[in-house]
């Protein structure tokens, strides 16, 4: 790069017009190699923004080959990083190194990277306020994310290019795309000299459909490519960011986990608790009312009733279960009822991992498009607010096993009770009627009608035919909407599940371990989160 000077200029330029357009706090994401990468992370850091690293290789892979200068120049931004991802080592590999806790900036502004680098904005409702780490700004949590990348064009002489190896580069590189929003590609447009190079990564960034800005290093000059009109607009957050708040929603305890996640999780939960559609419950009423209309008819026929209100009254009970199977499928409260409770629950698993050193949300397969930039969002709100010194492990644990883990075993025991009794009626009840429908058969067909009062005859002959095994079924038909063997199998296996995880989280004896075993317990948790968004999407 023949003039640093200019191009950090002109980038710093950049990232303030990006503030502009974003109009959220941004973060930083790139490689520390000399040059483009350095230039970007200290203009980054310069402006009081967070700064991730991602680097192809380990740091001590890095160091090698550097000059004492540019060695210390990469300690130095190492130490006030967010957050050290390595990518990889020359022998493959993913490791997350969390450096000491940084002050959140008072205010997001842009981002920008030379070399690989990745930036994420957190609009506010309005865009005028930012989640700022632990600024507690009316609730707003979970902003919209918008990530800057940039790539610096590495040398043909190879004078800046990272030591690690290219095919490493390479991969830290297109990595760096996909953990991007917005690629930024310091390049003159020159073909690549070796896998790994600018041109490579734009092409990515290109093929993947990612937004790009090339700022040539020799002119100066800019061009985007992919632009949107309303860039980095998230409608989930956005939706989920304007429901309404109430006064005295979170309690008044000391937490370590900011107010303004609080207030969110509090307002989420509670809306989705509010809005519960009970599907189930829809799907049983239906069915109850058209045994109903059916018995109301049967006895209509049987005893020759002509009462104009009861045939008003069988059609009003046929109507409102079809009614309810309308409801069932075309409003649209469930499906805004699941994202609510999925968001909360994701909020919920951060709330209660806060205090690891590495966020534990729920691993969610086929949703990151939906719930990806609440996720980012909370976890770069973690990376911003982690204390100075970490609570101790006794703290962690039982803080996790009182707030998250006992909370849900205690549910989910409390369900499978619950469910256990609704079955074991239900079960009774298809039983009794059953036993009673042989009886009656046997007892018409061994004794016969004789000597009984025609509507003991029109009963015996005409209705409990119709109403008994009606009512049989319908009672075996409730323990297949409420899916109670499974929902009963399912909550006992939790239970089980939970209480191993109790006695093994009690059992841990360093951080590590415990996050580990933790993140155990969210992953399997998840999977209920997953049904839940997955039956939303089917109207049947």
Known sequence: MRRPEAVGEALSALLRTLSVEIQGTLVGVSSIAPGADTLFAQTVLGMSLPWRALLPVSVAELHQDLSPADRQLQEQLLARATEVQVYGTRNGGVTVQPPSPQPSPTRGEGVSESAACAAEAHPGREGSERIQGGNEADGEVARELAACAAKAHLGSEGSERIQGGNEAELECGMETVDQADLVIAIWDGQPAAAPGGTADIVAYARAVGKPLIILNPDTLEQRREGWRARPFVDEELRYLNGLGEEPGMVPALPSPVPLNLLRFFAKVDRTASRTAPNFRHWVASSLLLNTGASLLVAGIIAFALRLPALDALAFLMTAGAMGAGFYIKYRKVHERWVHCRVAAEICRAAIATWELPRLVLPDLPGLGETFGRLKTSLRMMHLGTRPATPPHLDEIRERYLRQRLDDQLHYHQARAARLARLRRRLITLFWTFSVLAVVRGLFVG???????????????????????????????????????????????????????????????????????????????????????????????
């Open 446 to 540: 061994l004794y016969g009608i004789e000597g009984f009062s025609p509507e003991v005859s029109r009963t015996l002959t005409h209705f409990l035919p119709l109403a008994l095994p009606g009512l049989a079924g319908c009672a075996l038909a409730l323990v297949s909407v409420f899916d109670l063997n499974g929902q009963l199998a399912h909550s006992r296996a939790l239970t089980t599940f939970l209480a191993s995880a109790r006695r093994e989280i009690q059992a841990c004896q360093h951080v590590p371990a415990l996050g580990r075993a933790i993140a155990r317990v969210e992953h399997y948790l998840a999977q209920e989160i997953a049904a839940w968004f997955i039956l939303s999407q089917d109207s049947r």
